[in-house]
């Protein structure tokens, strides 16, 4: 299967607990996009990564999140000290330069924090 | 800064019908991209509209983009259980490439 991936699929964690998720973009993608989705809300953009360059981050990410995309290929999201608001489902992104910016979804990671 | 609004938020129907979503623009739309997306699952792309009065259709399903840039529909003939889901349209905001997106159409169909 050659499309974006993300794990875990679910997390669990108590509040003031750090977690980190994965993300996998198409391999010839060189942009890479997080997205944070709440029940009933369509995704909020989080940060975006061209190669490894973070280009452009949200006011949402506040200094808890960290993103990082080290090598241009996968990326991680942290988020350290959770609180129950972070609960959601963070859903990431990849496209490729030149493709009329279509960007290919993973199925995203859903966290629950008690 | 631009926003997308979609109706209905909502919509049930019988299988066979026809059913038409909508997403509205605040700004003009340089892209407006349609997604589904299963309860719980990441979004699968559909369509992409670029240019002013653009249709695309696949399979059961159209797009169009109206002449002015700030309006799509999403159009479902003789639909299925199998459309069921959430219906999501995003836009790219002028100078940057993150997507913004509606609220989202929930679409049930009833066998």
């Known amino acids: 299967d050659t499309g974006v991936s993300q794990n875990p699929r679910h997390k669990i964690t108590k509040r003031g607990q750090n977690v980190t998720f994965r993300c996998d973009p198409i391999?010839?993608?060189?942009?890479l996009y997080w997205y944070r989705q709440t029940l009933g809300q369509g995704p909020e953009f989080l940060t975006y990564?061209?190669?490894?360059?973070?280009?452009?981050k949200s006011r949402l990410l506040s200094d808890r999140f960290s993103a990082e995309r080290p090598k241009g290929s996968f990326s991680t999201l942290e988020i350290q000290r959770t609180e129950q608001g972070d609960s959601a489902m963070y859903l990431c992104?990849?496209?490729?330069?030149?493709?009329?910016?279509?960007?290919?979804f993973g199925p995203g990671t859903r966290l629950l924090v008690l | 800064s631009q926003e997308l609004e979609q109706s209905p938020q909502s919509l049930i129907v019988q299988e066979g019908k026809n059913l038409t979503i909508n997403c509205t623009s605040s700004?003009?739309?340089?892209?407006l991209y349609w997604y589904k997306q299963k309860y719980g699952e990441g979004l699968i792309f559909l369509m992409m509209?670029?240019?002013?009065?653009e249709e695309k259709s696949h399979e059961k399903i159209t797009a169009k983009l109206d002449e002015k840039k700030q309006q799509s529909s999403l159009h479902i003939t003789a639909s299925q259980p199998s459309h069921a889901g959430i219906y999501l349209c995003?836009?790219?905001?002028?100078?940057?490439?993150?997507?913004?997106f509606g609220t989202g159409t929930r679409l049930k169909v009833l066998a």
């Open positions: 992104a990849s496209s490729a330069v030149g493709s009329e910016e279509t960007q290919y």
């Open positions: 391999s010839e993608h060189n942009r």
């Open positions: 990564f061209q190669n490894e360059a973070q280009l452009e």
């Open positions: 700004k003009t739309l340089y892209g």
């Open positions: 509209l670029q240019k002013g009065g």
């Open positions: 995003g836009a790219v905001p002028s100078g940057t490439y993150k997507y913004i």
